[in-house]
């Protein structure tokens, strides 16, 4: 436990450490380039690294990411969705509460955001810790009535661990979970369903 927190807290400081030298490079790019625009002398401190930061300017657009911010990165890629607080009156909430919330988004965050003309819908319905994955068209019949159409692949998931990182840190990643099917109880134990 005490390995986690060092190499978190290492990583914090380094994230902190990388995004402070971006948003200075960041400024730097900025003072050069209104200089350019406004036809005015390039500021003493930057004339050495003028020509490199201008040619580096020209990636440089409005949209994408510019300067990320360490706080609140985990669902930087959630799309365009507020992610769902959970609220419960315990003062230390049960992870047993949140367990499938974060399942869900796990598998949520596995498809793009749908656009307005789509009629495809994708189903992951939790029943007895088995979550079940359905496909369906759907086509509007009338002003109330819709018909579902199955059209995909049917199959049961059943939830085995999560890691906290992405496949190329699978050797050092952490475990936040982990099934355990060789315990005296473990038949008995559901651990996404609110049961």
Do not use: C
Request: charged share 35%.
């Amino acid at each position: 436990m005490l390995r986690r927190e060092a190499r978190l807290r290492r990583e914090y400081l380094y994230r902190k450490a990388r995004e402070e030298a971006q948003r200075v490079a960041h400024e730097r790019k900025e003072k050069v380039r209104r200089a350019l625009e406004e036809n005015r002398l390039i500021p003493t401190e930057l004339r050495r690294e003028a020509l490199a930061l201008q040619g580096s300017l020209e990636f440089d657009d409005a949209g994408g990411e510019g300067v990320t911010n360490h706080v609140d990165d985990e669902y930087r890629w959630a799309g365009v969705e507020d992610p769902k607080v959970m609220i419960t009156t315990s003062r230390d909430p049960s992870s047993r509460l949140k367990m499938f919330a974060k399942v869900s988004d796990i598998l949520r965050y596995l498809f793009p955001v749908p656009k307005d003309d789509s009629h495809r819908v994708i189903t992951f319905a939790n029943q007895d810790d088995y979550i079940s994955f359905r496909h369906h068209v759907y086509r509007k019949t009338d002003h109330r009535n819709v018909e579902l159409t199955e059209v995909g692949p049917r199959f049961e998931l059943k939830l085995y661990m999560i890691r906290l990182g992405t496949l190329e840190q699978e050797a050092t990643a952490d475990v936040e979970w982990r099934w355990h099917p060789y315990t005296n109880t473990a038949h008995k134990r559901v651990f996404l369903s609110a049961e």
